[in-house]
Nanobody, 124 residues
Framework: QVQLVESGGGLVQPGGSLRLSCAAS????????MGWFRQAPGKERKFVAA????????YYTDSVKGRFTISRDNAKNTVYLQMNSLKPEDTAVYYC?????????????????WGQGTQVTVSS
């Protein structure tokens, strides 16, 4: 499996921006599609965005399209989630995930490696 460590979360005002990072190590970052999920208090973990290997294809849940951008730096074994125009409903713990194929996916069960999560709070 791939070991994943997220960073970059924090408290931001509505309309603000944050960039999350996910550093990967271990088995291999190569040939792994990556995803971001989030879990709000009392709710299920849900898909946010995914990126293929080596990064030519991206996919987003409708609620973040046009506001969030997923990208990867394969030389640094890192995937990013740039979040702009943040809203209070974006408040959640954000998790990075990896799957052992190149193709993007949106289901939790499609990923076999997870980070510990990073808290994002959008509030005035």
């Amino acid at each position: 499996q791939v070991q994943l460590v997220e960073s970059g979360g924090g408290l931001v005002q509505p309309g603000g921006s944050l960039r999350l990072s996910c550093a990967a190590s271990g088995r291999t970052f190569s040939n792994s599609a990556m995803g971001w999920f989030r879990q709000a208090p009392g709710k299920e973990r849900k898909f946010v965005a995914a990126i293929s290997w080596p990064g030519t294809i991206t996919y987003y849940t409708d609620s973040v399209k046009g506001r969030f951008t997923i990208s990867r730096d394969n030389a640094k074994n890192t995937v990013y989630l740039q979040m702009n125009s943040l809203k209070p409903e974006d408040t959640a713990v954000y998790y990075c995930a990896a799957r052992p194929t190149r193709v993007v996916a949106t289901e939790i069960g499609d990923y076999n490696s997870w980070g510990q999560g990073t808290q994002v709070t959008v509030s005035s």
